[in-house]
């Protein structure tokens, strides 16, 4: 046990540590139930969690949340066509999101998936030719009438595919 100025006790009695607690008129708090034993402090438990709360929104204000945009496109795309959504893929990239990139094939173009992944690959060498850093997280992969691949910013310096 710890007490309300952070002079450690040692191990005492539940009994004994509320009954400190009380006459302090303070809160005995439970600060780590995993340790053997478990770690208890004589505090304003008000004051505690409101400290615990802010240290969790402190922590969130730091992350960074990741989106994952999507483009879409059928395997007989045009050159310019693809080179437009090629330059929306890399707008994406450099806003740090990941991509989604997917073929959409309707009726006999899905005997054809060669050209789904030809247009994959197409992309993939426009974004080289333009020097973007990006990272392959999944390469082409059929899921139903759509064949997909996976993108995402690059951390390091080092350019092109480095996933599967």
Not at 76 to 84: P, V
Request: net charge positive.
């Amino acid at each position: 046990m710890i007490d309300e100025n952070g002079e450690q006790k040692g191990v005492i009695k539940t009994f004994d540590a509320l009954r400190l607690a009380e006459e302090a008129g303070l809160d005995l708090v439970e600060v780590s139930p995993t340790a053997n034993p478990p770690v208890c402090k004589i505090l304003d438990f008000g004051k505690y969690r409101y400290e615990m709360e802010k240290k969790q929104r402190e922590a969130k204000k730091n992350q960074t949340v990741v989106k994952i945009k999507e483009i879409r496109m059928q395997p007989k795309i045009d050159g310019n066509d693809l080179k437009t959504k090629s330059k929306f893929i890399q707008e994406f990239l450099e806003e740090g999101n990941k991509v989604k990139v997917s073929i959409r094939f309707r009726g006999r173009e899905l005997a054809h998936p060669e050209l789904g992944k030809d247009v994959l690959d197409r992309i993939l060498a426009i974004l080289s030719e333009n020097s973007v850093q990006y990272n392959l997280d999944r390469g082409a992969f059929m899921e139903g009438r759509m064949m997909s691949m996976f993108l995402s910013p690059s951390k390091s310096k080092k350019q092109g595919p480095s996933g599967s």
